[in-house]
C-alpha cells in the first residue's frame, strides 16, 4: 500500500534548544573553571557560587534502552560541568530491586536523586523518603503517582506524545485503516498516559478500527516479535502498528518479515529515536519514531536541579524537547542536530 507522508505534528511542541545550548557552554566553561579551584564551591548558571559541590545519584530501570544511558550520560556531562558528584545505577526491569538500590543509594545521604520510576506506585514510598530526609528528588521521563515526594518532573508531556503518533498514523492512512497496538509495562506512566493519548485521537476517527495487542511486559525486540506474531493472529489484515518504543517495533518488523509481510505494506511507528530505530528509519522498516532527546533531557534535568539549589524552587513540571524522525527527513535532521539538541 502507499502512504502519504507528513512530518507536520498536530500541535505544534514546545522547543527548549536555545536554552539548553547555553546551559551547555555555560557548564563546559565553568568545569574548565573549576579545574583551578582548590575549594568546594561551583558557579552556577547566572555567574554566582551555588556552594559546596553536590553529590547526585542517577538511577533508570533498563540499561539496555539507548534513551536511559543517554539522559544518564547527558546529567553526567552536565554535573561534571558544575563540580559535581555522580553516581549511577540501572535497574533491571523490576520495581523491587530498583527500590532497593535507592534504599541503598539514601544511606550514602546523596544530595539529589533523579530517577525514571518503573511503577508509578511502587517507588513513591521510598522517594518520599528521600524527600523526608532533605533530598532533591527529580522524575525523568516517568513519574510516580505522590506529587509530594519529588521536587520536579522533567519529561515531554506523554499523553501528547500517543496523540501525535496517533495522529501521523490517521493523516497517512487518510483517516481509514485497521491499527494495531502494542504497549509496554502495564502501570509504567510512560505506557499509560501514550495509551491515552493514542486513545483520545483513534477513537475520534470512524473510519480508524483499533485492535488492541495489550501489554508486552517490557521494551524488548524479542517481546515486540512475540506480541506481535500474537496480534497478528488476531488480525494479520493491519495497516498500521503502533508501539510504545522502537525495540518492540524492531521486533514487530521481524515478526511482519516472518510472515512474508513487507515492512512497506504496514504503517510503523515507535518511540526513542535511537541509533539502532533510525537506521530502520533511513531504511523505511520503521517509517516514523520520535526520539525522547534523552541527552539534552539529561542537560534539562541537571539545570533544573541546579535551580532549585541555587534558588530553594522550581516548577513541579518541565516540558523536555522531542523530535520526529520519518523516512524523508531523517538523513537531514541527523546531519544538522547535535546531542544537546537531539541527536
Known sequence: MTHQTSDTPRNPRRRYIPVLGAFVALVLTFGLAACGDDDDSTTGGDGTTSGEAKNVYLNAYAQEIQYFRDWQDGATAASDGLGWSVESEFGNVTPEQQVQQIENALVKQPDAILVTPLDQESLSPVLQQATDQGVAVITVGANVANPDSYVSFVGRDNIELGREKAQYVVDQLEGEGTVGIVRGIRGLSFSEDSAKG??????????????????????????????????????????????????????????????????????????????????????????????????????????????????????????????????????????????????
Not at 501489554?215 to 525486540?221: C, E, K, L
Open 198 to 343: 493514542y486513545a483520545e485521537v483513534l477513537d475520534a476517527e470512524p473510519g480508524i478500527e483499533v485492535v488492541d495487542g495489550g501489554f508486552a511486559g517490557g521494551f524488548s525486540g524479542d517481546l515486540g516479535l512475540k506480541q506481535t506474531e500474537n496480534l497478528l493472529t488476531r488480525n494479520a489484515d493491519l495497516d498500521a502498528i503502533i508501539y510504545d518504543n522502537d525495540d518492540l517495533a524492531l521486533g514487530g518488523v521481524e515478526a511482519l518479515k516472518s510472515r512474508n509481510i513487507q515492512p512497506d505494506d504496514v504503517l510503523i511507528v515507535g518511540t526513542d529515536g535511537g541509533d539502532v530505530a533510525l537506521d530502520a528509519v533511513e531504511k523505511g522498516d520503521i517509517d516514523m519514531t520520535i526520539s525522547l532527546c534523552g541527552y539534552a533531557e539529561g542537560l534539562l534535568a541537571i539545570d533544573t536541579l541546579n535551580t532549585f539549589f541555587e534558588e530553594g524552587s522550581v516548577s513541579d513540571r518541565v516540558i523536555s524537547e522531542t523530535e520526529m524522525f520519518t523516512t524523508e527527513n531523517v538523513e537531514a535532521k541527523q546531519a544538522e542536530l547535535t546531542k544537546e539538541e537531539c541527536a
